[in-house]
T-cell receptor, first 114, second 115 residues
Framework: KAGVTQTPRYLIKTRGQQVTLSCSPISGHRSVSWYQQTPGQGLQFLFEYFSETQRNKGNFPGRFSGRQFSNSRSEMNVSTLELGDSALYLC?????????????FGDGTRLSIL | AQKITQTQPGMFVQEKEAVTLDCTYDTSDQSYGLFWYKQPSSGEMIFLIYQGSYDEQNATEGRYSLNFQKARKSANLVISASQLGDSAMYFCAMREYSGTYKYIFGTGTMLKVLA
């Protein structure tokens, strides 16, 4: 419905592990942004990719990384997981160069760290 | 620095009544966009309404309208005839351009519609 597919929907990991989340926008949308949402910090911008290049980055440690493939699918990787990484991770597609176009979000991946 | 402020952590409204969710913003840019999103408990973020900084008319989308007061830097969301399904978290967001587009989100307002 929003044209963004995120997998998996739910994930449980333990401290120290790493995780990879996936985001696929509908065809033709080359811009993908990632957000972390927690009750305490709200919605925080992680990074944005456009045509396989990271175009923007938020204030997160280097344990958070991402990439984008030629088909616009994007992955986000978090290494050495910490309890504080428990969050809802949202991915959004957007139409660039058009100020009045909103971001459209996927359903998110809910990550729990034990 | 650009900022979005939503001062109401939570609100209650009776079904079929109207409700206003507050949003103020701070930016030095002349061109910007303001958005409202709804997030039900399921987690998905649903786009509701958009207002451009140069738009002279307040935006409306069905039961949603945006009360845009540029001089006061406020962009309040008005929901008319509230429905039980409107119970959700509501986020105000601003899109600014500084080389690339970036979104800034407020902390959200939790709305509960009472039967």
């Amino acid at each position: 419905k929003a044209g963004v597919t995120q997998t998996p929907r739910y994930l449980i990991k333990t401290r120290g592990q790493q995780v990879t989340l996936s985001c696929s926008p509908i065809s033709g949308h080359r811009s993908v942004s990632w957000y972390q949402q927690t009750p305490g910090q709200g919605l925080q911008f992680l990074f944005e990719y456009f045509s396989e290049t990271q175009r923007n980055k938020g204030n997160f440690p280097g344990r958070f990384s991402g990439r984008q493939f030629s088909n616009s699918r994007s992955e986000m990787n978090v290494s050495t997981l910490e309890l504080g990484d428990s969050a809802l991770y949202l991915c959004a597609r957007q139409t660039p160069q058009r100020n009045n176009q909103p971001q459209h979000f996927g359903d998110g991946t809910r990550l729990s760290i034990l | 620095a650009q900022k979005i402020t939503q001062t109401q952590p939570g609100m209650f409204v009776q079904e079929k009544e109207a409700v206003t969710l507050d949003c103020t913003y701070d930016t030095s840019d002349q061109s910007y966009g303001l958005f409202w999103y709804k997030q039900p408990s399921s987690g998905e973020m649903i786009f509701l309404i958009y207002q451009g900084s140069y738009d002279e008319q307040n935006a409306t989308e069905g039961r949603y309208s945006l009360n845009f007061q540029k001089a006061r830097k406020s962009a309040n969301l008005v929901i008319s005839a509230s429905q039980l399904g409107d119970s959700a978290m509501y986020f105000c967001a601003m899109r600014e351009y500084s080389g690339t587009y970036k979104y800034i989100f407020g902390t959200g307002t939790m709305l509960k519609v009472l039967a």
